[in-house]
């Protein structure tokens, strides 16, 4: 069965250092998302990707944030100075469409510790 | 903003046992879905409600839609072990176009 991967599942950075967060989306998905969960919080949208583009974006993807589709297969997320409040499970997901009945299919998910 | 509300936030039962876990909200959405999250995995997909009203069966797993697409609830018949983890509804705005908004969950421990 085709599913989101993820690269790495963990990952441990010092603060301010950039972290790049890779996920390879499902074939034949067009629109692809990043989420994060914070430790004992609710998932939350950071951002989603259609066309080459950014679709929308959540508050929390600010400056700091960029995404990335730099071939035909994988997703990245970058962080380029990391805080020690972006430790979370960030998780990719990708849909075949953006409609009300059009599922969205999460990855395993990436652990980011900042130190 | 749209908030989605999950009771109760933890649930432990006996095996054999049923159980109901809510989803509500005030806000209208085009769709609903219901996921389940293992500890340190990804939200994995069990449903998609779109009409209200709307009643899925997964086996023994019951989903409903409400009639006016703001709330959800999902029914186990017969809990067992396997079905412990954190239940997660998530939901579309009206436009449909939106991204997914989650609630926090319902943290549901089946004993043997």
């Known amino acids: 069965e085709p599913e989101v991967t993820q690269t790495p599942s963990h990952q441990v950075t010092q603060m301010g250092q950039e972290v790049i967060l890779r996920c390879v989306p499902i074939?034949?998905?067009?629109?692809f998302y990043w989420y994060r969960q914070i430790l004992g919080q609710k998932v939350e949208f950071l951002v989603s990707f259609y066309n080459n583009e950014i679709s929308e974006k959540s508050e929390i993807f600010d400056d700091q944030f960029s995404v990335e589709r730099p071939d035909g297969s994988n997703f990245t997320l970058k962080i380029r100075s990391t805080k020690l409040e972006d430790s979370a499970m960030y998780f990719c997901?990708?849909?075949?469409?953006?409609?009300?009945?059009?599922?969205?299919?999460f990855g395993q998910g990436t652990r980011l510790t900042v130190v | 903003t749209q908030l989605l509300e999950q009771s109760p936030q933890f649930l432990s039962i006996q095996e054999g046992e049923n159980l109901t876990v809510y989803c509500n909200s005030s806000s209208v959405f085009s769709s609903l879905q219901w996921y389940r999250q293992e500890p340190g995995e990804g939200p994995v997909l069990l449903v998609t409600v779109v009409t209200g009203g709307e009643v899925k069966k997964l086996k023994r797993l019951t989903f409903q839609f409400g009639d006016a697409r703001k709330d959800s609830s999902l029914h186990i018949t017969a809990a067992q072990p396997g079905d412990t983890g954190l239940y997660l509804c998530a939901a579309k705005g009206p436009s449909g176009n939106t991204p997914l908004v989650f609630g926090k969950g319902t943290r549901l421990s089946v004993i043997a």
């Open positions: 997901a990708s849909s075949w469409g953006a409609n009300p009945n059009t599922e969205a299919f």
């Open positions: 074939s034949n998905h067009l629109y």
